[in-house]
T-cell receptor, first 111, second 112 residues
Framework: GQQVMQIPQYQHVQEGEDFTTYCNSSTTLSNIQWYKQRPGGHPVFLIQLVKSGEVKKQKRLTFQFGEAKKNSSLHITATQTTDVGTYFCAGDNTNAGKSTFGDGTTLTVKP | NAGVTQTPKFRVLKTGQSMTLLCAQDMNHEYMYWYRQDPGMGLRLIHYSVGEGTTAKGEVPDGYNVSRLKKQNFLLGLESAAPSQTSVYFC???????????FGPGTRLTVT
């Protein structure tokens, strides 16, 4: 079946440093979504990418979808303590609304 | 709008007991999902539904059953709970227009 892998599993940064998490799928995806889960909370939708090579920005967050639609990345510029949490990618290769989640990257930010 | 709500928030069961988790959404979403999340891991899909009266198996369906008798509700049942089912359970819903999933607050289940 479809597999979605995320690296790294954990990332510890000093406040102000940049952070990147990578998502790789074993199959070509029709779309990819990113979610953020704060400690003790539930996943919250951040963004969806659909087109090959797509790049979207949300303030300090930059999301990319690979040309082959098998990988994606989330980059945070100048991290803040409010960025703490686990970031998940979720890929759908069927366009049937059934996404496979990666295991997430947990970000901690030292003030 | 309440969004997605889950009942109960916490539950402790003994091995062999049964229970039902209720998920309700007020956004008129067609698709609904049940996930489990174990420590340090992502979300694994248990069962899902693409419409009222329809359900399908996800990645880890064994030991669980579901029903979607009304569009706004999605029930997850454990017939005979096992310690391996100790987890946090999340319900989510979405529309096929954009697949953005809205999650409920979760149910923390412990089976002793």
């Amino acid at each position: 079946g479809q597999q979605v892998m995320q690296i790294p599993q954990y990332q510890h940064v000093q406040e102000g440093e940049d952070f990147t998490t990578y998502c790789n799928s074993s199959t070509t995806l029709s779309n990819i979504q990113w979610y953020k889960q704060r400690p003790g909370g539930h996943p919250v939708f951040l963004i969806q990418l659909v087109k090959s090579g797509e790049v979207k920005k949300q303030k300090r967050l930059t999301f990319q979808f690979g040309e082959a639609k098998k990988n994606s990345s989330l980059h945070i510029t100048a991290t803040q303590t409010t960025d703490v949490g686990t970031y998940f990618c979720a890929g759908d290769n069927t366009n049937a609304g059934k996404s496979t989640f990666g295991d997430g990257t947990t970000l901690t930010v030292k003030p | 709008n309440a969004g997605v709500t889950q009942t109960p928030k916490f539950r402790v069961l003994k091995t062999g007991q049964s229970m039902t988790l209720l998920c309700a959404q007020d956004m008129n979403h067609e698709y609904m999902y049940w996930y489990r999340q174990d420590p340090g891991m992502g979300l694994r899909l248990i069962h899902y539904s693409v419409g009222e009266g329809t359900t399908a198996k996800g990645e880890v369906p064994d030991g669980y059953n579901v029903s979607r008798l009304k569009k706004q509700n999605f029930l997850l049942g454990l017939e005979s709970a096992a310690p391996s089912q100790t987890s946090v359970y999340f319900c989510a819903s979405t529309t096929p227009l954009n697949y953005e999933q809205y999650f409920g607050p979760g149910t923390r289940l412990t089976v002793t």
